[in-house]
């Protein structure tokens, strides 16, 4: 039974749009009260759906977290090369990735409990490794064009990588308490950060 003794509404919904709901739920509930949140009973009562459609999609409730995983990242992502432009610049993917609309308290507690159980989950260790090689493989690439641009030689593998310790770091303290550090000011450390390589 739901909370208060009713039984719960469940929606029909096709294949796509009720792993999506699922998926939804999942961020939901992460967002609420972390991994202790993320049950199978909680999950299914905010996406409206019984049960046994977490195993009929997604294998398990490990299978739905890593599927959580991937729609966080590629969210994030997403924001990072705006439709239309498939060679975002530097500047728009540091103005996207470190955009207030990515910084909440509810999507801290989310990022939180995913990087905590990525290290005890092979599915989500998985999931990590592309996306993270995908979130790389694009600021290299926007960094080779912003060395050819000015002329200079870099090591892209080595600055992707700092740059990307950098900005999870500022977005870490961002969320943590955003009145201490602003965007405007996040962003100004990655550009220093960029220049002392690829110059003023």
Do not use: N
Not at 57 to 86: I, K
């Amino acid at each position: 039974m739901a909370d208060g003794g009713k039984a719960p509404r469940f929606r029909r919904l096709g294949r796509e749009a009720r792993r999506a709901s699922l998926v939804e739920a999942g961020i939901r509930c992460l967002a609420q009260g972390g991994l202790p949140a993320f049950t199978v009973d909680r999950v299914c009562r905010e996406a409206g759906a019984s049960r046994g459609l977490v195993a009929h999609h997604f294998g398990s409730m490990e299978g739905l977290l890593a599927a959580v995983y991937v729609a966080m990242y590629d969210r994030m992502l997403g924001v990072a090369a705006p439709a239309g432009d498939p060679e975002p610049g530097l500047d728009a993917i540091l103005d996207a990735v470190l955009s207030d609309a990515l910084v909440d308290e509810g999507t801290l507690h989310a990022w939180l409990a995913l990087w905590g159980a990525v290290a005890g989950s092979r599915p989500l260790r998985e999931a990590h490794r592309r996306h993270y090689d995908h979130y790389a493989a694009r600021l290299r690439a926007a960094l080779s064009r912003e060395a050819a641009r000015r002329g200079r030689a870099v090591d892209e593998e080595a600055l992707a990588r700092s740059l990307i310790a950098l900005v999870d770091g500022l977005w870490l303290q961002r969320c943590l308490d955003p009145a201490r550090l602003s965007g405007a000011e996040a962003r100004a450390l990655c550009r220093a950060l960029l220049a002392a390589s690829l110059g003023p």
